[in-house]
């Protein structure tokens, strides 16, 4: 049984989720207009694998026997100076993640609620999986550029990211 506390909590992170899954698609639809295929694709695929974010814990709330509530979703930003600054902006938003999922297993620990404790360890987990994927990204971007053919091999880069992790969830790939 979920306290009213963790409950709240946990329907916060429902929203995070869903506008992370939103941001990463604007950010998609910011790509195709700079011709930046690549990166549009890897980053629909990345707003999918955030809704899988989303549902798991939608699931979670449910099999709790509560009710998961969808709150309103910031829209996110719509513009941005270049390529550079939106993978600057998904490592700096998973950060932000990474402090929820933090907060949010520090309250199942003080509210000594061990079942949503260890169904918070997946999301640790994935949380450092996906710096260490944005993180890998911006490497990326450094050695290759991303002015005049660098921009085109960055580009290029990022699509073959999609099969590998960051384009198939780790909910995907544990099935
Ligand atoms: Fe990108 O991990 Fe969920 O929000």
Redesign the pocket.
Known sequence: MLTDKMLDKLNDQIN??F???NL?LQMASWCETKGLEGCADFLKS?AD??MG??HRLFTYVNECGAMAKLGAIDAPPTDFANIDAVFEETLR??KY?TRKINELADTAFSEKDYSTFNFLQW?VA??HE?EKLFNTILDKMRIIGTEGRGLYHFDQEIAKMIDGHGGGSVMESEA
């Open positions: 995070v989720e506008y992370s899954s990463y990345h694998e955030e974010h989303m938003h998973e993640v999301y994935e949380q996906e």
